[in-house]
Nanobody, 122 residues
């Protein structure tokens, strides 16, 4: 079982930065794929970024590429999302998730945090 707790959300002006953290419990953190997702009001949850267990491989949604950076510290069992040049359309609840490689490729996520609100004012 893995438990995830996000922190670092808040209110920021457009163009500003925030860093989200996700602290994980469980012995399998270093081998778990970790991802960040977000859900804006009235919209479906969408993928933001993910990172492999060893931190070597990362992927980003086109909408955040070049502005957001995902990283992890396996010794601290924490994954981060550095968000720069924030835009009002980045406003959402941000969730971290833990998963594994899927048999047919890609990743599948089994554990989710409660989310942290990010609000970007114009």
């Amino acid at each position: 079982q893995v438990q995830l707790e996000e922190s670092g959300g808040g209110l920021v002006q457009a163009g500003g930065s925030l860093r989200l953290s996700c602290a994980a419990s469980g012995r399998t953190f270093s081998t778990s794929v970790m991802g960040w997702f977000r859900q804006a009001p009235g919209q479906e949850r969408e993928f933001v970024a993910d990172i492999s267990g060893n931190g070597v491989y990362t992927n980003y949604a086109d909408s955040v590429k070049g502005r957001f950076a995902i990283s992890r510290d396996n010794a601290k069992r924490t994954v981060y999302l550095q968000m720069n040049r924030l835009k009002p359309e980045d406003t959402a609840v941000y969730y971290c998730a833990a998963g594994r490689e899927a048999a047919r490729g890609g990743y599948e996520y089994m554990y989710w945090g409660q989310g942290t609100q990010v609000t970007v004012s114009s």
